[in-house]
């Protein structure tokens, strides 16, 4: 190679090297109501600008200290990022984002724990209680275990492959729970489309919602009693049939407690493969596979978002960031901040 020729090769590679510097990491964003700011990767370590409360204010390592317990104990147990996905999920849709679901029974008390949709499901609880007991010793009764679980609920999609958002911080945490509320506020895995749509929609979610934070069923596994119902259709559909046998034969003689991957293609990853699945008849759940066919008032819309998040990734992105953005709004009865702020996450102070 001529001198001439290598000083252009030079040139191109630093004008390569420049642009590269240039180029924001954060090319799709999106914005709440409150103004946070969505990308791909760990968002900024605020609270966004209508969070009410800013985290750097009064603890200014919190998000630091989540999110580093968040990666240790994803890198310890995959499926980890997944159940404290959920606890966050599980939280906010039994009177808000409190913390309630973190509170354990007691003499006189009795938690959500033991609700249907939690019990012997629900995991993770001890990694928010490492989680808190470190933030108590860095800023006391500062973090609630309410913004714990949605830290660490951003935290786990991010580590996973998935976007992130700048968490609303401000929470309080309950003084009570709801049995009653767990048993009937949560959708259970075999409901159809009319019933997750009122669900979602009594707690003051869209159908748009719904279809998009159904997605977090991109992680995780499942127990076959969950999905029995999927397996009494084997060999009714040609489309399905060898996804379905395969977990016929994965449950047989485990009396149910076996644990199916709820994507079965890239597991451990955040992506828009589930609803690629879903296309193909390989949705886990009864409730996963019903958003992909059409049947009833407002299905078709559920079915056309299903279609479009499995062919623009960066749309499910975008919209997953920002119903768990509205998600993560959805205050008590006695408003945002109503409560304390919990030393311990599994007792009131």
Known sequence: MDRATMALALLLATLLAASAEATPVNKSCVTGSAGASVSIGYGGAGASAGAGVS???GCPRAEEIVRAAVEQAVAADPR??????RLHFHDCFVNGCDGSVLLDDKPFFVGEKTAG???NSLRGFEVIDAIKAELELECPETISCADVLAIA???SVVVSGGPSWEVETGRKDSLTASLQAANSNLPAPTSGVATLVQKF???GLTAKDMVALSGAHTIGKARCTTFSARLASVGVSAKDSGFLQSLQQLCAGSAGSALAHLDLATPATFD???YINLLSGDGLLPSDQALAAPSGSGAEDVAALVSDYAFDAALFFDDFAASMLRMGRLAPAGGRAAGEVRRNCRVVN
């Open 153 to 155: 609920a951003r935290d």
């Open 80 to 85: 980890m990022a997944a159940s404290l996905l």
């Open 201 to 203: 929609t009594n707690v």
């Open 117 to 119: 949709p939690n019990a």
């Open 272 to 274: 828009n493969q589930y």
């Open 55 to 57: 985290l750097g204010a």
